[in-house]
Structure formats: structure tokens, C-alpha cells
């Protein structure tokens, strides 16, 4: 995108930065007004500016010439003050300046011409020219006083626009814009839009609507579906030119109020490019609404509920709506058609509902973070008995299924699975395994069509039960690269989806052969949270960055965001719903999204890959090198080259990635990047080819690669002749050069041991940084177990020595599950780097301070007693409970419980010290949480 402004002159636009065609450095051009521009489609450039005349940019972007006012000349520019510029139909680039118009044929474009200028009386002659557009009856021109036709046989003819009545202002006959559209001549002025009649060749005013006022109208501009956008200087409005209406939206009729609008364009994709003054550049993006919030069709007082996180989502037998919310159970009661509302947290003290299910008989059943409920008259009803038949108190049901022979499977957090046969009043646990991994838990329990039953897990993978058989773990082949699955999905006999937190695999389970998907198929990010099938067996993966909808034939994945009507991109494992009607709602952090779109008329624009930088050791040759260059030639001495890549769709041009490759160098294509920039040091002589892929935030890649060729030159030395030549020399010289030759070894050597000393410091600095990244955690950047482990016996022997004292502090932060389970694991991850950097900052730097593992911190503080340390640690709390965790828009609030150990500097076991740590934890934990505790000295003694 090429924009023109009013002090940094022509500027080239990819979504990202900017490059300033008129830079100092390269082509002598200060930086200036540019009004308007033209690109021939040789990569010539001429722009008009304001005060500096007409300047002609070469392909090369070297200044060619500049034509500037010159009163001897009467062909010369009529002003150094360029209003406009137009290339009409003949070549001829015809240029509006505040005092007349010039006109230069493209066939010998160092010649101008000044029209009318011994005309005095004619309407163009050292008029101000606004605007200038070409019609099947010539070219009109805007100007100061009124609209000029010069028609195909030379002819003038002058409009004046008709005036209001009621609002006559200075200036009112001056015409500022003037166009011709497939709907017609079209012109604006101070007082409104005016269309050209050619039955009574006038010209008519638009009314506008009574509610607003008659705007100082600066440029028009019509789309291709012939909606006419109107430009102001109190902001953009919108006309149907078919329906003869002005359009209104949620806001009102106007779409960008108090915005001064000057220049309108639309992008091949539809984007409308909004230029103000003073208030920057505005993109419109077509909103297809793929999606809508339900929220706007539920009644008042339940909007605030359904717009919050939503958990799960569910249609019972009776077509009612069920829709888990964050506090409030909403539903919709199909024969009726009323939403009603159950207030579940103040009633039963649920935090979080997992997933709704039905029994044979219809009654509906609910998995919450405290237990299983039954749905009885509008009302919930706690549901104990298949706890106390199992012989375990009521915990946390995080899977759900019921059987079409009515046996429930429960997902009991820490427990296993629950089966509890109504029938019969019997309940068992299995996968007990589950109970002895910390955190672990069923995510999901789910059938296949042939009745088996599969439990996807968060840290122990798979599981199935084949009907009539026992569960046992399936061996999916990719535990080395993640330890358990979000969600569980078979599509057939053979064949599930399975959701990780790296990507998506598509697993078959007769062969054992897997497919691994992720954000290089288009997928928008590569947590994948759920999946479903939609009424087309479409399937569709649910992320922490929004759904994306995959395509069997191209095996790559479409992705949607909030342009297209999401309230948010934080996608929940069971809130999806598929309706009669074919669409489906999707559940996310800030409520109820309902598919409303056609996929076979979506548009879905390809990206196309540029070439926007180039960079030859260390001086930027950018302008010499259009976005259509297909090579690059290199001399024989160069050092470094950097090439800059774009992906040419502005939509969400920060989602925007690339894959590459240098054949020639290497065959191997990279990973997805967000980095745009590639650079290459010392490439041999010889003749490279670079591919580039662009995928753009949609998950749509490029129809075809870039494709540069690049070579690099060979030096003097690589010519066969002088080789033969220089090995005659080198023979007949050869025993005059012996001494030549051991001193220049013996320096060489020296060089080389100079090199080796370089060469050794450099591979200390890489393993001390190999070893810090070895012993510090990646998340929070404190020391890890093993890290900790090491520098505590240093510090331990260190105050030994010097007979001081210390104390170790185990830190577990309090009720760190309900964070993850309410906002999701990226939430998680900021409270935890949140408090280390509280945890840091409190820290002396003899301190040594580390995460034990998960929400757990250590801590030891040299030459402090055990009541020291919990002076510390009760302030550090404090700190947590009135400085808390800030994540997109909602308060975290962190508490922790300390224990603290005091042992003899003597005691070389750290597992003693941690142990008696955790003991006094326990203590404080049992307790009530958010105190700081000191281990007894009976404790001291009994260890």
C-alpha cells in the first residue's frame, strides 16, 4: 500500500513498518507534502506536492527531474502548490495546482504544458483545482468556483452546484471532490454530495438524513457493490446508490464520528483505508459475521451472565438450551421460548460447571468443581450416592459421560474414574494410576459409534475401554512430545483427533501412524483446547486463540478471529452446540458465539508474498529493488544480506507468518515465523533460489511462493587461466619463496593460536550461558529444582564457614487450580511470573530464590533466623494481597502459605531441610492458607 501524507512524503506500507520512498540517503528528496501519486506500471512514480511543484521518480527510484513554477515560462508549472494529479484515458497526466492546469504526455515525459494559459477568461485559467476525474463526456474538474466539463471536442462548459436555501457558507461554490463511478458523476462540496442528471445536465444534491447535519463533504469514494462512502470533515457516512438511501449502522449514520476524513480507498480485499487529518490512518474490514454474541437476543437482566466465561454448553431431549456461565446456569425452555436463570454459585457454592449429560429417561445431570447434580423442576439437586458407594468423599467431576444403558462415568478430580450404575447401586473406580500423578485428570470421556469408550487425560495420555473389555492405555507414539490430551474426538472405526497443548494429531489407531497439525496448517495457535464435527462432518478445532475449521482436501486448517463476530478467542472444551438448524454455538471467555454464515460463499482472499527490504552489508537498497523483483545480484566480496518478506494481507497482519527456504544452501523448508526478516552471511559464488510461503491470520497460505534468484558473484582468483598462470609462477619461483613461505607460516601460526584463544573464551561464554539456561526455570526465570539444589549447597557451605545462620522458606501459592480452571493456563503462567518477579524484587541478592515445581517456590535467605524469615515472608504477602495479578482485563488475586525451616549450617541433607519446610506448610495449609509458618522445635528434634 502506497500512502501519501502531509510531512513524511510517499510512504510504502505492509501491514507492518514503512518505508519512506522520499529518504534523504537515497534519493536526495527531503521529506515533504505529497498530495496525491501516480505508479505507472513500469514502477515510475510522480507525486505532487505542496510547495515543492511535480517530482518524477524513476524505476530506479533515483530522482530523475523536478518541474517547479517559473513566470518566464508560460508552459510552466502554474504553481509549485500540486493540488492533484490524473492520468487520463490518452497518457496524459494532467496536474491541478492552485492556480491553473498543466498536463505532460507520458509519451515524452520531460515536456509540460500549461493549458488555457493565454485564455484569460476561460473557467481553468489560474483556477484552483481540487480534483479532476474523466467520463465518457471528457474530463471534469473540481475547482474553486464550481465543476469545469472539457469534453471530447475541447469544449468548456461551468456547473455551479446548487445551494440550500437555509445554510449559504463562504466558499459554498468551491468543489472539492469530483468522480465518476459505474453509478455515475458524483460531486462533493461544503454543502453536501451532488449527482450529475444528464436529463436536465445538472446537478442534484442528496438529501441527508434529518438527524444529521449537513457535512463539509471532502471525498468520495464507491465500492464495488455500489455503496458510495462520503468522506467528511465530521466524519464518513455511507450511501446506497441502487436503493438511494443513506445506511445506518449500530452507531448511527455516521460510521466515524468527529474523524476529519480526506482520502478513501479499498484494498483488493475489501478493506476501506480511512486517511484523516491529524488523527492518522483508519482500516475498515469487511465484516462478514461469521459469527454473533447470543447475548444481544437474551432479555436484560440475563446479558451481564451470558457475556462472561462460558464453560459448557448442551441441548437436552426436550430441545432446551442449556448454557453454563460463570456464576448463573442459563436456559432456554424450548416450549415456551423463555430464558430462565439458576443462580448456581450462591445456591450451591459451584464454581465452575464441567459438562451437561442425559440419562435414557431425559433428566438432565450436571459434572461441577464441587460434585454431580441432577436438574429437578428448575432447581439443582446434589447427587451423593455413587461417592458413598465408592466409599470417597464428593470432589470435582471433570468428565462426564452416560451410557446408552444409563451408567454413568465420572472423571473425579485426583481420584480415577467413578462408574456408577443406577440400575443396579453399584459404583467402582478405575484408572486409580491418575490419583498418584499431581494434577493429573480426566478431560474428557467420550463413545464411538461401535460403543467403545476413550478418556483422554491430562498427564497420562489415552485411555480406552473396548465394549465388554477392561481399560488400558493406547499407545499413541507421541508421548515424547506431550504427556496427556485436552480432548478426545473419533471419527471412525479407527481414526481420533486428539487435542494437546501442541497441536492437533489425527491418530490411526490400527497402524499406529499419527499427523501432527499446527499453526504452519493454519491453525491459529497450537493449544488446542476442543474439537467437534459439525452437521457436515466438517471438524472444527477449538484453541486458545480462536476455532478453525479444517478442509479434508487441502488438509489445512481456516482459522476465524474477532473480526468475524467472535466475542472472544479463548475457546472452552465443552461449550459447543450443534442446532437443528445446522448452525452450532461456540462458548468462549466472554460468552456465546452463533454461527451465522455460508462457508461455500465465504470470501477467503489469497495472501500474496513480496519483497519489501533488501539490505547489502549494512546499507538499506530497498528502493532500487520493486515488490516484483525476482533477483538479486551479489558482488564477490559481500558480507551479510537481509531480505525483508511480506505477506500482503492487512487484516491482522501481526498473525501474519512465513515458511522459506534457500535452495542452493539448504532443501529443508523452516518452521512457521513471524519474523519477516532473513538473513544470510558469506553465502559461497554460485546461484541460490529463495522460496517464501505466506499464510496469512486465517490460516490461508499463498497460491504460490516468492521465488528470487539470487547470485552471488565469483572473485578475480576463481578464473582457470590465472590459476595456470599463477601455478607457472609459483613453480619457477618456488625456491626463492621457501623463506617466504615458514615466515608466513610461523604468522599465520600466531594468528591461529589468537584465533584458538578467541575461539575457546567464546565457547566458555556459550556453556556458562548453557549452563544458567539448564539451572534457571523458563517460565518465571528463577533457578529450577536441580539449580537450586546445587547453588544451596554453596550457600549453605559458604555460612558455614563464616557461622551464620539460614533459613529455607517453601512457598505454595493458595488456591492456584482455581485460577487455571477459571482463566485458563495462560492465566496461570502470568500469576506465576507474576509473584516470582514480586518474589525476586523482595529478595537480596545473597538470596537464592527458585520454583520447587508447579505453583510451589523455595526460598533461602542467608544469615536470617526462622522468626527473621517470617518477617519476610508476612510482608511479601501483604505485597501479593495489595499489589494483584492483572491479565487482559480481570484481577488475579494471589495469596500463599510459607513454611519455614531453621536446621544447624551443619545439616548437608537438603531433603531434611525441605521436609521439615513442608511439614510447617502442611501446618499453615491446615490452618486456613495465607500465613506464614515456623517448624517447632520438636519437629528440629524428631528429624
Not at 466465561?309 to 416450549?335: C, F, K, M, V
Not at 529450577?784 to 529455607?808: D, I, M, P, V, Y
Not at 507474576?834 to 505453583?855: C, I, N, P, V, Y
Request: net charge negative; with cysteine; hydrophobic share 40%.
Amino acid at each position: 500500500m502506497w500512502l501519501a501524507t502531509d510531512s513524511d512524503g510517499l510512504l510504502r506500507f505492509d501491514g507492518s513498518e514503512s518505508v519512506n520512498w522520499l529518504s534523504v540517503a537515497e534519493s536526495g528528496l527531503r521529506r515533504q507534502n505529497v498530495n496525491k501519486f501516480v505508479l505507472e506500471n513500469n514502477g515510475a512514480i510522480w507525486m505532487a506536492s505542496w510547495g515543492h511543484g511535480l517530482t518524477y521518480l524513476a524505476a530506479a527510484n533515483d530522482v530523475q527531474y523536478n518541474f517547479r513554477a517559473d513566470s518566464g515560462d508560460p508552459d510552466a508549472l502554474a504553481s509549485d502548490r500540486v493540488q492533484t494529479l490524473f492520468l487520463d484515458s490518452k497518457q496524459r497526466l494532467w496536474i491541478g495546482t492552485v492556480a491553473g492546469v498543466n498536463y505532460i504526455d507520458l509519451a515524452n515525459p520531460r515536456e509540460i504544458k500549461r493549458y488555457a494559459a493565454p485564455e484569460l477568461e476561460h473557467p481553468l485559467h489560474k483556477n484552483r483545482i481540487w480534483w479532476i476525474t474523466e467520463s465518457a463526456e471528457g474530463l471534469w474538474f473540481a475547482t474553486a468556483d464550481g465543476i469545469v466539463l472539457l469534453n471530447t471536442e475541447q469544449q468548456v462548459k461551468r456547473y455551479l452546484l446548487p445551494q440550500p436555501e437555509k445554510n449559504i457558507l463562504e466558499r459554498a461554490r468551491e468543489v472539492r471532490a469530483i468522480q465518476h463511478f459505474s453509478s455515475g458523476i458524483w460531486a462533493s462540496s461544503a454543502t453536501g454530495v451532488y449527482q450529475y442528471h444528464s436529463g436536465c445536465d445538472c446537478f442534484a444534491r442528496l438529501e441527508m438524513p434529518a438527524q444529521v447535519a449537513s457535512p463539509r463533504v471532502n471525498v468520495l469514494y464507491q465500492s464495488p457493490d455500489n455503496y458510495l462512502w462520503v468522506g467528511s470533515t465530521e466524519g464518513l457516512f455511507l450511501y446506497d446508490t441502487e436503493a438511494k438511501q443513506w445506511i445506518k449502522n449500530r452507531q448511527g449514520f455516521n460510521y466515524l464520528p468527529d474523524v476529519d476524513v480526506r482520502t478513501l480507498y479499498e484494498n483488493a480485499d475489501s478493506q476501506l483505508w480511512v486517511g484523516s487529518r491529524d488523527q492518522g490512518l483508519f482500516i475498515g474490514n469487511p465484516q462478514q459475521r461469521a459469527f454473533q454474541p447470543l447475548s444481544s437476543q437474551l432479555p436484560s437482566p440475563l446479558q451481564q451472565a451470558a457475556s462472561r466465561l462460558i464453560s459448557a454448553l448442551y441441548q437436552d431431549q426436550q430441545r432446551n438450551i442449556w448454557i453454563a456461565a460463570h456464576g448463573a446456569l442459563i436456559w432456554l425452555e424450548h416450549a415456551s421460548n423463555q430464558w430462565h436463570q439458576v443462580l448456581y454459585r450462591q445456591q450451591h457454592n459451584i464454581r465452575k460447571i464441567y459438562q451437561f449429560a442425559s440419562q435414557p429417561d431425559g433428566s438432565l445431570w450436571l459434572a461441577t468443581d464441587s460434585g454431580l447434580y441432577q436438574m429437578q423442576d428448575g432447581r439443582l439437586r446434589p447427587e451423593l450416592t455413587p461417592f458413598e458407594l465408592a466409599g470417597i468423599p464428593p470432589g470435582a467431576i471433570t468428565a462426564f459421560h452416560i451410557s446408552t444403558d444409563g451408567d454413568f462415568y465420572l472423571g473425579v478430580w485426583q481420584r480415577g474414574l467413578l462408574r456408577w450404575q443406577p440400575q443396579t447401586q453399584q459404583a467402582t473406580i478405575s484408572l486409580t494410576n491418575l490419583a498418584t500423578n499431581s494434577g493429573d485428570q480426566i478431560y474428557q470421556i467420550v463413545t464411538d459409534q461401535s460403543g467403545n469408550l476413550y478418556a483422554a487425560t491430562r498427564y497420562s495420555g489415552l485411555y480406552k475401554r473396548p465394549v465388554g473389555q477392561s481399560w488400558h492405555q493406547v499407545e499413541t507414539g507421541v508421548a515424547n512430545l506431550v504427556e496427556g490430551f485436552n480432548c478426545v474426538l473419533p471419527v471412525a472405526e479407527t481414526i481420533v483427533w486428539l487435542c494437546s497443548e501442541y497441536g492437533l494429531w489425527r491418530l490411526d489407531l490400527q497402524s499406529g501412524s499419527s499427523s501432527q497439525f499446527l499453526t504452519e496448517q493454519g491453525l491459529p495457535s497450537v493449544f488446542i483446547t476442543g474439537a467437534f464435527l459439525d452437521q457436515q462432518q466438517r471438524l472444527w478445532a477449538l484453541t486458545n486463540h480462536g476455532p478453525a475449521r479444517f478442509n479434508e482436501h487441502s488438509q489445512r486448517f481456516t482459522s476465524y478471529s474477532l473480526n468475524d463476530g467472535l466475542p472472544d478467542l479463548t475457546m472452552q472444551r465443552n461449550a459447543h452446540l450443534l442446532l437443528p438448524d445446522g448452525s452450532f454455538l461456540l462458548g468462549t471467555a466472554m460468552g456465546v458465539a452463533n454461527s451465522k454464515f455460508d462457508i461455500e460463499a465465504e470470501y477467503m482472499p489469497v495472501p500474496r508474498v513480496a519483497l519489501s527490504q533488501v539490505e547489502i552489508d549494512g546499507r538499506d537498497q530497498t528502493r532500487h529493488y520493486p515488490v516484483n523483483q525476482t533477483q538479486i545480484a551479489l558482488p564477490a566480496n559481500f558480507r551479510e544480506l537481509v531480505i525483508g518478506v511480506s505477506v500482503l494481507d492487512y487484516r491482522e497482519p501481526d498473525k501474519n507468518t512465513i515458511r522459506y527456504r534457500l535452495l542452493g544452501f539448504s532443501s529443508n523448508w523452516s518452521s512457521a515465523t513471524r519474523n519477516r526478516e532473513l538473513r544470510y552471511l558469506g553465502l559461497a559464488p554460485g546461484n541460490y533460489l529463495l522460496e517464501v510461503i505466506g499464510q496469512n491470520s486465517q490460516g490461508i497460505q499463498s497460491a504460490e511462493p516468492l521465488r528470487i534468484q539470487i547470485q552471488v558473484a565469483a572473485p578475480w582468483w576463481y578464473s582457470p587461466y590465472l590459476w595456470i598462470v599463477s601455478a607457472v609462477v609459483f613453480l619457477t619461483t618456488l625456491l626463492l619463496s621457501v623463506y617466504l613461505r615458514e615466515l608466513n607460516l610461523r604468522r599465520r601460526n600466531a594468528r591461529l593460536a589468537g584465533l584458538v584463544s578467541a575461539r575457546t573464551q567464546e565457547l566458555e561464554l556459550l556453556a556458562q550461558q548453557l549452563q544458567n539456561k539448564a539451572d534457571h526455570d523458563e517460565l518465571t526465570g528463577l533457578l529450577n529444582r536441580a539449580g537450586f539444589t546445587e547453588h544451596f549447597q554453596r550457600l549453605r557451605l559458604q555460612l558455614q564457614r563464616s557461622q551464620q545462620s539460614l533459613s529455607l522458606v517453601l512457598i505454595d501459592l493458595d488456591y492456584f487450580k482455581s485460577i487455571n480452571d477459571q482463566f485458563g493456563h495462560a492465566a496461570g503462567d502470568a500469576a506465576l511470573q507474576h509473584f516470582a518477579a514480586k518474589l525476586s524484587t523482595r529478595a537480596r541478592g545473597s538470596d537464592l530464590t527458585g520454583r520447587w515445581g508447579g505453583e510451589e517456590f523455595i526460598l533461602a535467605l542467608a544469615d536470617c533466623t526462622a522468626s527473621d524469615a517470617k518477617v519476610f515472608c508476612e510482608a511479601l504477602l501483604r505485597e501479593m494481597q495489595q499489589e494483584p495479578c492483572s491479565y487482559q482485563g480481570a484481577i488475579l488475586k494471589l495469596s500463599a502459605t510459607f513454611g519455614i525451616a531453621q536446621l544447624p549450617v551443619s545439616c548437608s541433607s537438603l531433603e531434611q531441610w525441605v521436609k521439615l519446610a513442608d511439614d510447617a506448610l502442611y501446618q499453615g495449609k491446615h490452618r486456613g492458607r495465607a500465613q506464614a509458618v515456623i517448624a517447632k522445635p520438636t519437629q528440629l528434634l524428631t528429624n
